[in-house]
């Protein structure tokens, strides 16, 4: 009788290991899509992504690049010191959005352009994103609005 419930708790526990394994591979299958991974201008260049691929892309609007008037597309370009990725993105810019400030745009990267779905813009004077921050100090061309 004794090994008859050793034997139960062996298939319990085997069965919730499947279970568990089992779930967790249906999480990650779920949200495969809904992952999107931040590239600098510099890493696309260097690696471009395919063309289905969504994923953000991060760094400074450059100067003069900022191309308004064609219906509702807009065209820019971002750098982060060391590499420009051109943009187009259709639709309505943040109020804050402006040439030399930060921006994370997200969408795909076809034939050499970077086609935005969403466009996001600094929200004071002082933000950026953390990940355009890391990105800007590799190049060398952050400075802390500080000063430091």
């Known amino acids: 009788m004794k090994s008859l419930k050793k034997k139960r708790r062996v298939q319990i526990i ?5 279970a568990l394994i ?8 779920a949200m495969r899509d809904g992952i999107n991974f931040f590239r600098s201008p510099s890493q696309i260049m260097a ?10 892309i ?4 450059e100067e003069g690049s900022l191309v308004r008037g064609e219906g509702e597309t807009v ?7 060391g590499a420009v990725v051109p943009v187009t993105y259709t639709g309505v810019l943040p109020d804050l959005f402006a040439e030399n400030q930060g921006m994370v745009g997200t969408g795909t990267y076809k034939d050499g352009v970077f086609v935005a779905t969403e466009i996001l813009a600094k929200h ?3 933000y950026m ?3 355009v921050i890391d990105s800007l100090k590799e190049q ?3 400075e802390a609005p500080d000063g430091s």
């Open 14 to 18: 085997a069965v919730a290991a499947v």
């Open 124 to 126: 004071d004077e002082d």
């Open 140 to 142: 060398g061309v952050y």
């Open 129 to 131: 994103p953390k990940e």
């Open 58 to 61: 991060g760094g400074l609007v």
């Open 22 to 29: 089992v779930s967790t591979a249906l999480i990650g299958y």
């Open 75 to 81: 065209r820019f370009s971002v750098t982060d010191g």
């Open 47 to 56: 690696e471009p992504p395919g063309p289905t691929e969504v994923f953000r």
